[in-house]
């Protein structure tokens, strides 16, 4: 018997407010603004890992600058 292991490829706006320590209104806004990419799915946003990332070395970027 063979198990396949499905890894997965993008996350919700609500896992997202998570992973970033953000409020969820905090995620959507960033969302709607652009700022975090994403794709709409039907009803549903998603938004990929490499996205998230991303996003995270664009404000470290900016953080470094401005320092």
Known sequence: MTTAVITRKWYTTAEVAEMLDFG??????????????????????RILPMWVDEYVARVVSQAEEAA
């Open 24 to 45: 969820l209104s905090k995620t959507k806004m960033l969302v709607l603004t652009g700022e975090i990419r994403s794709v709409k799915v039907g009803r549903n946003r």
